[in-house]
């Protein structure tokens, strides 16, 4: 017997009504999550591998990329980076198994501010997907929204066919530049931005649709749609669900599995608050951006310099955090050899 498009709305939570308008990615290192709340997508970074890795569920992945680093030798700092290239890989290759689209596998955090270093590496972490027998097809690469980071990205997209996730984007200008790019997907921070003006400012509870970071992606949709861009625009580090239910219709958005399962139990009639056919009506107008343009304009916006420039350093941190615990793991490895 069907059920009438009426009651199936009263019965659907709003994450399921969410998918239906905005292709729903699960922002975690944590199988069990992707499971149970079955996202076409996910993400990772140095912070959530970090934390998934200090679990006792994945020791395992971690033993055997602590050994193939030990295999390939080198300096133990050799040893240590290769470790936590094929950590991440493992990591991404177990959660393709649960998804049917794609992971995305961040580029160090530390390698920001150098092109060809985020190229490399990169490259070095698709041949090791391949090793797996995952294709290019199925990664997108994450870099930081740096000028160099966006440059790399181009190089990567057009000379080698690897698909970009550029990541820590706060600034309207990141996302202009990222557009000419030509990467495939950008995820502008949604959450980070509200951290800031509430920070920074005197007001500290905003309406949804008032919230700075839903209005800064609501912006760049706009922007992105209006000029037709085929950068994919997906929001991310969520503060509420309030930020994420207006941003429905957004084309993806990057969501933790604590609001994952908030969305599930909640039962309130969601509608599209972005689309196609309104970007277009908007009154945005194309620019371009140079270097030297480029640097200007996001300098002119002190919270996204302030925001990136944070997100590196706590991501590097983490990915310093990572590098100790694999280093522990490769002498204990060299004393039993």
């Not at 470790?83 to 393709?96: H, N, Y």
């Not at 997907?129 to 990664?139: M, N, P, T």
């Not at 990205?153 to 600034?171: D, Q």
């Not at 202009?176 to 495939?184: D, H, L």
Request: aromatic share 8%; with cysteine.
């Amino acid at each position: 017997m069907s059920v009438s498009p009426v009651k199936r709305q009263k019965m659907e939570s709003a994450l399921d009504q969410l998918k239906h308008y905005t292709t729903v990615v699960a922002d975690t290192g944590d199988f069990n999550a992707i499971d149970e709340y079955k996202p076409l997508d996910a993400t990772t970074n140095p912070s959530l591998i970090l934390a998934a890795a200090q679990m006792p569920a994945y020791q395992k992945l971690v033993d055997d990329a602590v050994a193939y680093g030990k295999k390939l030798g080198g300096s133990e700092e050799e040893q240590i980076r290769n470790a936590s290239d094929k950590l991440f890989v493992l990591f991404g290759a177990e959660i393709l198994k649960r998804i049917p689209g794609r992971v995305s596998t961040e580029v160090d955090a530390r390698l920001s501010f150098d092109k060809e270093g985020m190229i490399q590496r990169a490259r070095r972490l698709i041949d090791l997907y391949k090793e797996a027998g995952v294709g290019k097809d199925r990664i997108l690469i994450k870099l930081s929204s740096t000028w160099e980071g966006i440059q790399a990205g181009k190089v990567l997209e057009a000379e080698y066919g690897i698909h970009c996730n550029m990541t820590l984007l706060f600034s309207f200008a990141q996302a202009v530049a990222c557009a000419e790019a030509g990467v495939t997907l950008i995820s502008p921070f949604v959450g980070r931005i509200l951290d800031w003006y509430v920070a920074n400012g005197d007001k500290k509870t905003y309406e949804p649709s008032e919230d700075p970071g839903v209005k800064s992606v609501t912006k760049i949709y706009n922007y992105y749609k209006k000029f037709g861009y085929k950068t994919i625009v997906m929001g991310a580090s969520f503060r509420n669900t309030g930020e994420i239910k207006a941003l429905t219709g957004c084309d993806y958005l990057t969501i933790s599995p604590k609001l994952l399962a908030e969305l599930s139990k909640e039962h309130v009639k969601l509608t599209p608050t972005l689309s196609v056919k309104e970007a277009q009506a908007c009154d945005l107008e194309k620019i371009h951006l140079d270097e030297k343009a480029f640097r200007w304009h996001h300098n002119e916006d002190q919270m996204a310099v302030e925001k990136l420039s944070d997100g590196i350093r706590k991501f590097a941190a983490d990915a310093v955090k990572l590098d100790r615990m694999l280093k522990v793991d490769v002498v204990s490895h060299s004393s039993q050899a």
